[in-house]
């Protein structure tokens, strides 16, 4: 919720920087065009994505999007309730905007159908302020990507972002992930 707030922060100094350039045409201009900018903010907020895409997947939206359902936000995620049931990627960094944790979660989102079918769910955390239980258990510093397994162990630990193709070959090595390919196989 905190990176909406800032993402709406943003929109909003944009909107007051359109305003203040207004003000040499007169009061009268300024106060129609900020008329103008507050009925078009709430329509134009909703037609748009989330900026931050950590912000995607607190179990509210549609569950059919793969996205949705592969990115959480890792605030107030419990890592024992995902024990044998999910491998987690958390993905760290000290900003949402940080390009590296950009550009990870560009490349997660893009192979986002091979991810859930190896029972991957990613968890993203931007903010080190809040010491959040993740922080405290996996001790980033700035970006990192960690890859965690169905037992809750530390598999992977990657100060650079890596490809949906070298986290998969890397998943497809771990011995519960070959049982679960013969078992789906019928072997």
Not at 146 to 160: H, N, Q
Request: a positive charge; aromatic letters at 4%.
């Amino acid at each position: 919720m905190k990176h909406l707030f800032v993402f709406e922060k943003i929109r909003l100094l944009g909107a007051v920087s359109a305003l203040a350039g207004l003000a040499a045409l007169g009061p009268m201009t300024v106060l129609a065009q900020s008329a103008d900018l507050s009925s078009a903010a709430p329509a134009a907020a909703s037609e748009q994505a989330p900026a931050d895409p950590s912000a995607v997947g607190d179990g509210s939206a549609s569950n059919d999007d793969p996205i949705t359902r592969l990115i959480r936000s890792g605030d107030t995620v419990d890592l024992d309730s995902l024990k044998w049931t999910h491998r987690p990627i958390v993905v760290f960094a000290d900003s949402p905007a940080d390009p590296q944790y950009k550009e990870q979660i560009d490349r997660l989102s893009a192979g986002a159908s091979a991810l859930l079918e190896r029972d991957v769910i990613v968890l993203t955390d931007t903010d080190p302020s809040t010491r959040s239980a993740l922080r405290k258990k996996l001790r980033p510093r700035g970006f990192m990507l960690v890859l965690l397994g169905k037992d809750g162990g530390v598999k992977l630990r990657k100060p650079r972002p890596w490809t949906v193709r070298e986290l998969s070959r890397t998943i497809d090595k771990f011995p519960s992930r070959l049982r679960e390919v013969e078992e789906r196989r019928g072997s």
